[in-house]
């Protein structure tokens, strides 16, 4: 496996393109096969297929469309043949000013010569201990 330069800039195109409402870059670089996954930070962001995918995501652009600021941090990618992965810190701040720092993962998949996303995590750090999670 290599470091990509290549899905470290998709990453920060796409979030520069989901703080202006650019959905075009979710119909390009997310993957219609029905295998694709998306785990959000909300319990009820749990969706499968590409079409369904992309749906949400697009909705996810056009809400925020100037009005929301997503600024990744400490992105870094791999790759090695047709798949990728990425991971990133994000800062999200909304319109209030409030800010929120989720996780952010995705896979890639190469179909012809554009990266896909087939799969993305977003969480929202919480410590072990405050959720009960403590070893012993």
Known sequence: MRQSS??????????VAASSG???????????????????S???EWLQGGRDVAEFLAGEVDGA???VRF???????F??????WAATKLTI????????SPRWTSVFHREGDVWKFVQTHA??????DQVGWVYT
Do not use: M, Y
């Open 123 to 128: 969480s929202i750090g919480v410590p072990n």
């Open 79 to 84: 790759e090695e043949g047709t798949v990728g």
């Open 42 to 44: 909300d319990p009820t």
């Open 71 to 77: 600024a990744p941090s400490e992105t870094e990618a």
């Open 93 to 100: 701040t909304l319109p209030d000013g409030k800010r929120v």
């Open 6 to 15: 290549e899905l470290e800039q998709l990453v920060r195109d796409w979030f």
């Open 22 to 40: 650019d959905k075009t870059i979710v119909e390009r670089h997310v993957s219609a096969d029905a295998q694709v996954r998306l785990v959000g």
């Open 65 to 67: 469309a100037g009005n």
